[in-house]
């Protein structure tokens, strides 16, 4: 028997809903506990601001961008804690897994980003809290990774009468550095995060399992992290 993995669900349910076949509503009923989002989540944010939609995409071109992402993780332990680090952070935990941000995932018009939101300029978010302080580093599980780009895509892709951009932060209670972002290809936010760790174009996507002879900025990364980014 296939062995159970939570992303798997996901990806299923997610793939109903880009063919219109489950609504979106439907998403967090069909959720096991186990992927249920939590009250204490930090909110996520839409915006309709061209910075963000400099053309407006299709919520097929979105789901499958998020495609791309739950294929990328579909084969890591989605509670496993992972290090986010600003490109050349040196690692906070140095033996502990770790990945290397920005990292993109892209379909034609829609782009699915995560990336430390210390490097994006301060009233650049929208509905950001003044005053916001963000580290070059984040702890986080990939679940909730996922789970925070699900909430875009339900509440800012499909929900509103026009589909819209938006983004959440996911981390550690207090500190929640690492951005998972909904936005058009090409935008100016785009451009802000700038180019993925490992290179993206449109069409393509950002692979998560890339070895230390492939990228850089991991070298000296082993196996025994049980990640290899």
Known sequence: MAKYHPFSLVFFINTLISLTILPFNALAIALPPSLAVPANVVPHHCTPSPDWLYHYFTIFECSEAMNKFLDAVS????????????????PFFPHDPRIFTPRKFVYNRCTVAVTMLKTIPAGTLPGETPGSTFRTWDISQWEDV????????????LHPTVAQAGWTAVGQPGAESIGVMFYA?????????????????????????????VNPETAGLTATTGLLL
């Open 75 to 90: 084969s890591l332990d989605p509670h496993q804690p992972v290090q986010f680090l600003q490109r050349g952070t040196s």
């Open 146 to 157: 996922v789970l925070g780009a699900v909430r875009i895509l339900t509440h800012c892709i």
């Open 185 to 213: 290809t090409g935008s100016h936010i785009d451009e802000v995060v700038g180019d993925a760790v490992n290179g993206v174009g449109a069409g393509n996507t950002t692979l998560l399992n890339e070895t230390a002879a």
